[in-house]
């Protein structure tokens, strides 16, 4: 059993939490969506600046809501690699810095180790090996996880990140920042069938057929601004299907995620897909994979929605489960903008 302290300052949360093993003691986020969204994306200076103002007070109250003391806590963690610099400094100094003061080992996590773990935090059950799909703003990754650090990325998206079509889209359609969230919302509405969109699909050299994993979005984007600007004409701009768009965009990205995860599944012979990252979240995409790996008598498991965007809980049970294996880092690990899982 390891207890740990973990830290997430990525990208725009500042996040920290206690976690015992699979078991979330606190977790506390302090979002910087309200101050980015006027600008419609993510400020990276506004961004490490408002870290360095919240990360003390989340610290003090996770740790206070966990009903520990230092005492309690076995090792800290902080986020080191991939997301926006400065961002990442301030988490990992502040996790270095605590490991110092308290005597206690340290563990830099990789985030996306940490959408990996996401699906722990609610199923006791679930252990390698197993593929996981990972959508967040930054990724679309099928991994397959074949113990803890042993992870090979089998398929990749070639150009937007499956999040990154959510919030582009939704800019398109002036439905603001984050986009993922309010397509979701406006796709229940909708018929996910009133418009055909392509699927986006990678060719293989040599007129082999398509890329049986990889992914590609930025086709389907154009093709909804496309669309768009065709129906902006026919019938004006505040006319616009807005709930029939949402629906079938998130449709045909949900089939595309879908087909990939279960073919690469089928492929390895596993027979379990957990899904991670601000993605999982989206409705339409649990219904898809979850018919899907029914009718292929696959298991399927999704975080709890507060695990799916970022949040420390899962980088806890990331550090977690690398502690349990002796995991621990040196003091002076740097971050790193980028690094393959
Ligand atoms: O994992 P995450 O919080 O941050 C990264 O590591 O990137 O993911 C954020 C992304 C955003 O692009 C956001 O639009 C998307 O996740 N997202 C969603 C939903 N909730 C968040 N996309 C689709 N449906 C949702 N319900
Ligand atoms: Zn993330």
Redesign the pocket.
Known sequence: MATILAIESS?DDTSVAVVCDRTVLSNVVASQIKLHQTYGGVVPELASRQHLEMVNPCIARALEESGLGWDGIDAIASTVTPGLVGSLMVGAMAGKTLAMVHNKPFLGVH?LEG?VYASYLAEPNLNPPFLCLLV????TSLIHVKGCGEYENIGSTRDDAA??A??KVARLLNLGY????V??KLAREGNPQAFKLPEGRVSLPNNQGFHPYDSSFSGLKTAVLRLVTKLKEEMGEENLPIADLCASFQATVAKALTKRAVRACLDLGLDTIAVG???A???GLRDCLQSACQEHGLTVYFPPLKY???NAAMIGCAAAEHFNHQGRSPLNLEVSSRMSI
């Open positions: 990208c985030h959408h967040s703003g930054g990724h999040g990154e959510f919030d984050p986009g993922g969230p397509i979701d990252g601000g993605v979240a989206n409705s799916c965007t970022d």
